[in-house]
């Protein structure tokens, strides 16, 4: 996004609204509002407001989507990712909505931007205006929040309530993002790794019987609503129906957005991780699926109906020790939509009646599988399975163990992938580098790099370490246009910290790809 001069085609009417920021504006002292018609060649118009203000845009007659930017360094230009955009949301679905002029004024158009802040060490006002002031329950946080807000989470654990049937409930439109210590200023800072943020259903008594069903209930809100940079853990989902199904995540109906989660140790009877049913969605981007169960029925860590409202996607995700009778990673059932599975690592998950890295139940289409890894999965078919042996998955630039010959796909290998540990990142031997399709990488509608646009590629690995990055030694077996290098199969980006790596493209520096990393 790109802020511009004032153009000097004469105004047909106004748009007029209020904007209004939420926490701490860094250095931040101004928004601007623009507004960009539905061609997207360029703003129609714009103008510089206070952060709680009125405003008042001329733009010619026509239909506009009008976004809020305020630059947190009070230096406006090209939105860096710390910068907080929001665009206008009139009925708070977090989908963009169209303002219609047509001579005269438009008004109505109020925009909230910025944050509410959860701690569960804080001992301030709990209001959610500031670190200090943060909301201890994170459930507050997300009931405040409106379209375009951020809640931010620090450290700590957090369980939906006291009794089984609580759970965190996301909203649509609203980020919800973990990792921080309670003193940042802009959402880099934070480190999920290094101060994790648990949602967990451990309520009762040491062990599981009696802890929440779900920790997740996505079904009153959409892929819109974002959970970012959060461990989701101890979902046991042991009740009579439909409280037996996605003891970390369920969605029947609704549905949500992971990045950056990670999903560990949960139980149901269907979907241990995850369960999406009912036209409900689950996306998981940049996020790890560990140690889930459905030992009764399919889908150890992800059960997911491709007959939803939006397609189930999985990318840039890894799969290790998850279990299930059918599906001990992953388990996709029915007709609809082309299911999104690209760049996948699945290792060390098992199933006792068939498919122990992907179960596939699709009686008339077949789903697409790119630039994955399967490998030391257990069970019947232990890397995939198709029930009846009918529409076996479409495969391609994968390493799949034990080949894939008799079914569809392209430059399937049958190799030692090479992990380099438990987390499945690979040696710098592995024959998985260098060796997958750019043109599959998907699209990050959702803004999983946190980078402000939703009309690229994801540029990000499972470490939020950069894609597309070459290694010089190693042959490109892949797909890439001209002046590109195939991204690596799997949720992990190889690379070699002793290279160079051009970085200062204007200046002609080199720099140590090892001192790149921590700027992407």
């Known amino acids: 996004i790109l802020t511009l001069s004032p153009l000097a085609a004469s105004a047909d009417g106004t748009i007029e609204g209020t904007v209004t920021f939420w926490g701490d504006p860094g250095g931040g002292t101004q928004i601007e509002i623009a507004a960009m018609p539905d061609t997207w060649s360029g703003p129609a118009g714009w103008v510089m407001v206070g952060l709680n203000d009125t405003f008042s845009l001329p733009v010619p007659d026509g239909s506009y989507y009008v976004w809020a930017y305020m630059d947190r360094d009070g230096v406006f230009g090209d939105a860096d990712d710390e910068d907080v955009i929001v665009y206008y949301d009139a009925d708070a679905d977090g989908e963009w909505d169209m303002v219609p002029v047509s001579g005269g004024a438009t008004t109505g158009i109020d925009i909230d931007i910025g944050f509410v802040y959860v701690d569960a060490d804080a001992t301030g006002a709990n209001n959610g205006s500031s670190w200090t002031d943060a909301f201890t329950d994170l459930q507050d946080g997300i009931d405040l929040a409106v379209s375009g807000i951020e809640v931010w989470v620090a450290e700590g654990t957090y369980t939906p309530g006291s009794s089984r049937g609580d759970s965190f409930l996301p909203k649509r439109g609203v980020r919800v993002c973990g990792g921080f210590t309670g003193a940042e200023t802009i959402r880099q800072q934070r480190d999920w790794n290094a101060h994790p943020t648990i949602l967990s259903c451990e309520i009762g008594s040491a062990g599981a019987t009696d ?5 997740v209930r996505a079904e009153g809100s ?10 989701i853990t101890r979902g046991y ?10 003891g970390g995540v369920r969605a029947r109906g609704g549905g949500v957005t992971l990045t950056n989660v990670t999903l560990i140790d949960n139980y149901a009877t269907t979907g ?5 049913n009912e036209s409900g969605t689950v996306k998981a981007y940049n996020s790890s699926f560990i140690n889930n169960r459905a030992p009764n029925f399919e889908g150890g860590a992800y059960y997911g109906s491709v007959a939803s409202s939006q397609p189930q996607t999985l990318a840039n995700c890894v799969f290790a020790g998850n279990s299930a009778w059918r599906g001990g990673g992953i388990a996709l059932t029915s007709t609809g939509l082309q299911p999104v599975l690209v760049n996948l690592s699945l290792s060390g998950n098992t199933a006792t009646g068939e498919g122990g890295g992907i179960y596939v139940n699709s009686p008339s289409m077949v789903y697409v599988i790119h630039n994955s890894i399967l490998w030391g999965n257990t069970g019947p078919n232990p890397q995939i399975s198709a029930y009846a042996g009918v529409n076996w998955p479409e495969v391609n630039h994968s390493i799949v163990q034990g080949g894939w010959a008799g079914h569809s796909g392209t430059h399937v ?7 380099a540990d438990a987390d ?25 790099d946190g980078n402000h646009w939703t009309d690229e590629q994801i540029h990000t690995d499972r470490d939020f370490n950069w894609r597309f990055r070459n290694l010089p030694y190693v042959p490109n077996t892949g797909v890439s246009a001209p002046g590109e290098w195939p991204v690596d199969m799997g949720a992990y980006e190889a690379w070699d910290p002793t290279l160079i790596f051009e970085h200062d493209f204007e200046g002609g520096g080199l720099d140590p790809w090892s001192a790149v990393v921590g700027e992407l």
């Open 222 to 231: 959409s892929p819109t609503a974002l959970l970012d940079g959060l461990t």
């Open 424 to 448: 499945l990142r690979l040696n710098l031997d592995s024959p998985a580098i260098d060796a997958g399709d750019n043109t599959e990488v998907v699209i990050d509608f959702h803004d999983a």
């Open 211 to 215: 802890n929440c069903y779900h920790v």
């Open 237 to 246: 989902a042991n009740g009579a129906f439909p409280e037996d199904q996605g």
């Open 413 to 419: 290998l049958d190799q030692d992938p090479s992990f």
């Open 272 to 276: 241990g991780g995850v369960m999406a």
